[in-house]
């Protein structure tokens, strides 16, 4: 990094001023009152806020969609001088662009009437009964038509995308049929070009068993895997299998065949388990599922189980909160040295919060997390539960994802409780930049 670069130089004057300017197109943005890379550190277990690399009079040089350098904004300016420079004249915090590793905002309807009859003490059967649930939802997406459908799904992307949200994953799971996860799947990649938000496709055709359906689980996940994953890949509408799986979706056994076989597809896989009962880790293990998400009913053997294992705990406190359900022991998770992710979750049912960061400051508050490992489940932790080592750390060659805060302080951020909003947000993507000629 350029600050230890220009210490060392320092030393040895003489070798200062034979330092080449660089003389590429670029921007410099800052200076920053703070700027945390979220770099170098470890991806799994418990951290200190010592531990955080902070930059005072930071800067971030950034071309064609990529950081340059990072470092301090004099040097910086010294050192690049054909820079074009975006001078920012108040107090700012950087960080990177929040990664939202787990969403359902591709659907129709609203499910209000769930959340009144649950805050009335009402049942998940009593409620399903009631016309409401999951399935109520699917009724409404499949009535949507795409363009309705793109449309709410971009509305909902760029709320997140206000928020600091530079990359999102968005699932499927509201058609159920091959033609109306087909609808979704599309919609989702029509969205994403209509949002400065990424969006990252997930099929989750293995939501529940559609009510509509004749035949068992086995069946059902059979013909996803016949006539809906093949057409998934040919068209190249999502790389990532996910399956809910609970006594009211999908068991165990049928759960295996079904991921194992989406993985020998190419397909990465994530599951929805341990959200209401246990037995999804023990899965995800065997299967060696890129991540578990939810872990709300986790007990301390499955707990010990994802610290050996590579399996990425993801939790989703917004669920937890809508539901009126206890938090995911992330805490535990933590101490005994797995990773964690912090995800919104936002879909209509049981997560109808819709945001990250103030959800992400509750459960660090809740679970007694550190600040910095509230941000690292956000950043660069989130990253590799979507494989994507290219985001989620503010260093040279990755994306120029970064978003600023008007405070001097990081801690400012989280102590507001996500009512502290991003004042920009930058999404590095090539055509928003000068190209070289
Ligand atoms: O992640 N758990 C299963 N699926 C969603 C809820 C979807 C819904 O209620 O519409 C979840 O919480
Ligand atoms: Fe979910």
């Given at each position: 990094m350029l600050i230890k670069k220009i210490l060392l130089k320092k030393e040895k004057s003489s070798l200062v001023e034979e330092k080449p300017p660089f003389r590429g197109l670029g921007v410099l943005v800052g200076p920053f009152s703070q700027l945390l890379t979220m770099d170098k550190l470890p991806l799994r277990g418990a951290l200190s806020d010592e531990q955080l690399e902070i930059i005072p009079n930071g800067g971030i040089v950034q071309h064609n969609g990529k950081i340059v350098e990072v470092g301090n904004f004099e040097l910086l300016k010294q050192h690049y001088p054909s820079a074009e420079i975006e001078f920012l004249s108040d107090h700012y915090v950087c960080l990177p662009g929040m990664i939202d590793v787990h969403t359902h905002i591709c659907w129709a309807g609203s499910r209000f009437k769930d959340y009144a009859m649950r805050l009335a003490g009402k049942s998940y059967l009593e409620i399903a009964a009631a016309g409401g649930g999951i399935w109520d939802t699917v009724t409404k997406t499949r009535e949507a038509t795409l363009n309705e459908l793109v449309t709410l799904t971009v509305e909902r992307a760029n709320t997140l995308f206000k928020q600091g949200i530079t990359t999102i994953e968005v699932k499927s799971g509201y058609g159920l049929s091959v033609e109306q996860e087909l609808k979704m799947l599309e919609a989702i990649r029509l969205a994403n070009e209509q949002t400065k938000a990424e969006l990252i496709p997930t099929c989750l055709a293995a939501h529940i068993l559609p009510k509509d359906f004749e035949g068992g689980e086995k069946e059902y996940l059979q013909l996803i895997i016949e006539e809906l994953l093949p057409i998934i890949k040919e068209k190249s509408l999502a790389n990532r299998v996910d399956i809910f799986v609970e006594k009211s979706a999908f068991s165990v056994s049928a759960a295996r065949s079904y991921l194992l076989k989406a993985r020998e597809m190419g397909f990465e896989i994530v599951i929805h388990g341990d959200q209401f009962s246990t037995g999804g880790v023990t899965l995800a293990n065997e299967v060696q599922a890129l991540s578990i998400d939810h872990l709300e009913a986790a007990n301390d053997e499955e707990i010990a189980l994802l610290a050996k294992g590579n399996v990425i705990p993801v939790v989703l406190p917004a669920a937890s909160l809508g539901l009126g359900e206890p938090f995911a022991p992330a805490r535990k998770l933590l101490d005994v040295g797995t990773s964690l992710v912090i995800a919104s979750d936002w879909n209509p049912g049981s997560a109808p919060m819709g945001d990250l960061l103030a959800s992400a400051a509750i459960l660090g508050a809740a679970e007694k997390l550190s600040m910095v490992e509230v941000w690292a489940a956000l950043t660069c932790r989130a990253a590799t539960a979507l494989n994507k080592?290219?985001?989620?750390i503010l260093k040279a060659g990755m994306k120029a994802d970064f978003i600023i805060f008007k405070t001097n302080d990081y801690r400012e951020i989280l102590y507001r409780q996500g009512q502290l909003k991003p004042e920009k947000i930058w999404k590095g993507s090539p055509q928003n930049f000068p190209q070289e000629n």
């Open positions: 080592n290219d985001r989620g």
